[in-house]
Each structure stands twice: as C-alpha cells, then as structure tokens.
C-alpha cells in the first residue's frame, strides 16, 4: 500500500476545526458511513493502539461509541444489514454471510443479493425523499443500480481483467471507468482498503453525494489469517488511520459549506477458535440429510459460535432429545435450544422466527455446516467470530466525527447506525421498533 504524510498546515486545518463549515455557512447535512470490518473493541486497550499517535488524534476528534454490540450472529452480512435496516436478523432475513446451499449449488457465493432484504433500507428511503446515495461495495447491494445513484456493488467471481469487466457491467454506467481514470483504481473484490478508500474521496468530492456507504475488509482478513491483535493488524490499523485522517482533511476543503459527518463503524469482534463440531454429521447419521439422493428435511445453517436449525415444510417432528444426546457427546460445551428454553425467545426475536432449534457455543469451539468429515476435530484451530454479541470478544466500536459529534445520540447496537443517519439526513425513515401486541 502506498500513503502520502500531510503537510502540516493541512494536518492543523483539520484538527483545528470541526468537518462543518464555522460561522454563518449552514449547508445541507451530508454522511460517510465508513465500515472496519472486524474492529473488535478490544484494540482500544491495547498497547499498540494506546501507543498510535494518529488513532490517538483521531480519538480526540470523535465521539467514541465502545463496546457497541452487534447482531445474531455476528458475522459480516448480517451486521451490515441491520446497519442500513435499524433491525436484527429475524427481520431483515440475512441471517448468515452465505446462502443456504447443502449441495455447494451457489458454488461458494454469499449473500450479496438485496433482495433477499426483507425490509427497507437507507438507500430506498433516501431515494424517496430526493437524497443522492454512493455505494463502495457495502455488502448486500448486488441490485439494480437504479437505486443508487452512484453505485459498486460487492460481488466476486473471478480475478483480474475479467473480474474488472463484469464490475463494469454491475456498476452505475460509466462509473467504474470513470474512477479508474481519475484515480486508477479498477474496483473488484479483491481491491485492497487503500483502493477503495482512494476511489471513495474521488466519488465523494466529484458526486457530492448526501449518503455515502464504504466498505474496508482488510483488517478482517489479516485477523483471519494471522489472528486479532497481531502485528500484522496493528499495522494495518495503523495504515487505515492516517487515511481516515487523510480523507477528514480532505472532507474540511472539499465541503467547506456543508454539515458533514463521519461515523466510523464495524460489525463484530474476533476471537481463536479451539476445535471444530460438525451438527450436521449427526443429522446425516439420524437420516435427515441423504448426500447421495441430494435431499434433507433438517439442515444447520451454522455461523461461528450459532446456528439456527432449518426445516422443510411438512417435515416431521425434529428429535431434538436424540441429537441433543449425540451432540453433548461428540461436541462439549454446545447447547441446543429448543422452544422450551428460556433462550429460545430471544433467539427467535433477534436471529431467526420459528426456527425448531438454534445451537449455541459457551466456550471457543466452532461449528460449521460440512457434513463431510467426522463430528469433531479436536486440532482445529483459526481465528474467527460468529458467537453470541454478549461475549466481550465480539463486542465492536463507532466514531463519530464532525458536526458537533450529535452528543445526543448513542450508539450501542450496530443498528444505531440506521437512527444516526435517518436522524441526520432527515430521512422520516419507517419505524423499526416492533409493534407490541394488544393485549
């Protein structure tokens, strides 16, 4: 990667002043929602980070929003979801980074497509009310790019010059060619934080868009390969805040006029892994998945430290006493949760509705959906997340910079993102909060 130091009286200009134009310049509000994938909130007591003169700055010019906790699961798709929805998982319907596919028909896909979205999103309620919005691969928002004025979906397929054309094809016409020869960055999947960031400043000073999405997953993927706080982390934290610092100086000079705010976010913590349980081993031994006839009645979507049982309609009664026996035995210190526990409800209201059973990991073991292998690997080890919110390992963080930094408002869920930005882009955005039933 490659950064560029400030000069100085740039770097004085920028601290020196909020992101909204002083005295008597009200301009119209404007927002970057800015997502760190994996920005767990346990950086912020470390060392490393104490020690990093820029995020150190940078602290000092946000309201800082920590521990925020995210959703069930918390893994990426879902996270982001409930950011751009105000709602969990049970509502929104992206209940898992990939689709439910026991056969690998999707052949590696995600979740990228927003219309599996059950509910209604930032950039179909600013488009109601006359809002411009820009998309830098916001995951979930492979869609008809009419709904975003400015718009790079996530999508990936392939590497390199073919990859490159069909993001030509899903972009906004013209867009991606445009960034690429102002910039000379070609967007893909595989681009890295420092790309998108670059083509970020381009579409927010060229475009002037009211609501701007941006996606970096760098860090998320060194805490995979290398774990959470590892050098090669610390490091990259440290790339990513001189660009933030860069991109808010840049937002003072290219805005002077508009109230203009940041808000820094992420989508779940991290943590390593011991051990692997497979649930879906034992449903093939119970006879409710047959990998020869390709068929199932029962199947675990698995997340991490989650799952949620699926079912197909008219299915019979799962025997959730026979797998709760043979998972105890095979997999310590994960739960099943039937309707009888007083868990379940809230597993219902927050990850999936009606679901016959979830599976839940007290301790560090992960699960996954094969059902190729053995019930458990007791040498599997990685770093990962996807367990229950509550655990302090996925707790995350917001920052929020410019205009005053809205000292009125909280962020203590990743859904409050959807609060901040109705709220300040005046949005009337549709209430979230479920309807309480009548008594």
Not at 348 to 374: I, T
Request: with cysteine; hydrophobic share 40%.
């Amino acid at each position: 990667m490659i950064f560029f130091r400030l000069p100085i009286p740039v770097l004085i200009a920028a601290f020196c002043f909020p992101l909204s134009a002083a005295g008597k310049y009200r301009g119209k509000h404007r927002l970057i929602i800015w997502s760190i994938d994996g920005f767990a909130a346990g950086y912020f007591e470390k060392e490393e980070f104490k020690n990093s003169a820029v995020w150190q700055r940078l602290l000092k010019q946000a309201r800082v929003f920590k521990p925020v906790e995210t959703t069930i699961p918390a893994v990426t798709y879902p996270a982001h979801t409930a950011m751009v929805t105000g709602v969990d998982p049970a509502r929104h319907h992206i209940h898992s980074n990939h689709p439910i596919d026991p056969w690998g028909a999707s052949k590696d896909g995600w979740t990228w497509f927003s219309e599996d979205v059950a509910t209604p999103t930032l950039w179909d309620t600013a488009a109601k009310r006359g809002k411009s919005v820009a998309n830098l691969q916001w995951p979930v928002t492979m869609m008809s790019g009419s709904k975003i004025r400015y718009h790079i979906p996530q999508f990936d397929r392939a590497k390199g010059p073919e990859e490159q054309k069909l993001m030509r094809v899903l972009s906004t016409p013209g867009l991606h060619r445009e960034i690429e020869k102002h910039t000379g960055v070609s967007l893909t999947e595989h681009s890295g934080d420092d790309e998108r960031i670059k083509a970020a400043r381009y579409v927010w000073q060229k475009k002037k868009p009211d609501l701007m999405l941006l996606y970096n997953p760098g860090l998320d993927s060194i805490e995979h390969a290398h774990g959470p706080y590892s050098a090669a982390a610390f490091m990259h934290l440290e790339l990513l805040g001189k660009e933030i610092e860069k991109f808010l100086a840049e937002i003072r000079k290219s805005s002077p006029h508009d109230q203009v705010r940041v808000l820094l976010v992420s989508d779940h913590g991290f943590m390593t892994y011991k051990g692997k349980c497979y649930p879906n081993v034992i449903l093939k031994s119970m006879g409710y998945i047959n990998p020869e006839r390709q068929q199932w009645t029962y199947y675990f979507e698995t997340a991490g430290g989650v799952a949620r049982l699926i079912g197909k309609p008219g299915a019979a009664p799962f025997a959730a006493k026979t797998f709760a026996e043979r998972l105890s035995a095979a997999c310590a210190g994960i739960d099943v949760i039937t309707e009888y526990d007083e868990e379940y409800e809230a597993l219902s209201r927050r990850y999936a509705k009606a679901a016959p059973a979830f599976l839940v990991s007290r301790g560090d073991v992960l699960m996954s959906a094969s059902f190729r292998n053995g019930e458990f690997e007791a040498k599997a080890a990685g770093h990962t997340h996807g367990f229950l919110p509550d655990r302090s390992d996925m707790h995350t963080v917001a920052l929020l910079f410019g205009a005053e930094r809205a000292k009125a408002m909280k962020i203590t869920h990743v859904k409050h993102t959807y609060n901040i930005a109705c709220s300040w882009l005046n949005l009337q955005c549709p209430e979230t909060r479920p309807k309480r039933k009548k008594r």
